[in-house]
């Protein structure tokens, strides 16, 4: 079993930053692809960024990339996503997921941990 903890969710301008963290306990943290999702109300579950266990492969959905950044420290077993230069329509609750595979994977089904969530606000 992993647990997964997310913080680091707030209120922010348009146009500011906010740093996700998500720390893991329970089964090797290296071993898993790390993922972090988002769902606005109204609106299904949506991949936003994705790691690999090494930290070599990463994957961005077109919607964030160049503006977020999706990083890991397996010694700390946490994995973070820095957000810049938000807008409104980032406002959501964002979700840390562990995947138990080598690949970078952005299916929800494919996921099999999750943590309780983050809400984000970004003001226009």
């Known amino acids: 079993q992993v647990q997964l903890v997310e913080a680091g969710g707030g209120l922010v301008q348009a146009g500011g930053s906010l740093s996700l963290s998500c720390a893991a306990s329970?089964?090797?943290?290296?071993?898993?692809?790390m993922g972090w999702f988002r769902q606005a109300p109204g609106k299904e579950r949506e991949f936003v960024a994705a790691?690999?266990?090494?930290?070599?492969?990463?994957y961005y959905a077109d919607s964030v990339k160049g503006r977020f950044t999706i990083s890991r420290d397996n010694a700390k077993n946490t994995v973070y996503l820095q957000m810049n230069s938000l807008k409104p329509e980032d406002t959501a609750i964002y979700y840390c997921?562990?995947?138990?595979?080598?690949?970078?994977?952005?299916?929800?089904?494919?996921?099999?941990?999750w943590g309780q969530g983050t809400q984000v606000t970004v003001s226009s």
């Open positions: 790691m690999n266990w090494s930290g070599l492969s990463t």
């Open positions: 997921a562990a995947a138990s595979t080598v690949r970078v994977i952005t299916s929800t089904l494919q996921y099999g941990y």
């Open positions: 329970g089964r090797t943290f290296s071993r898993y692809t």
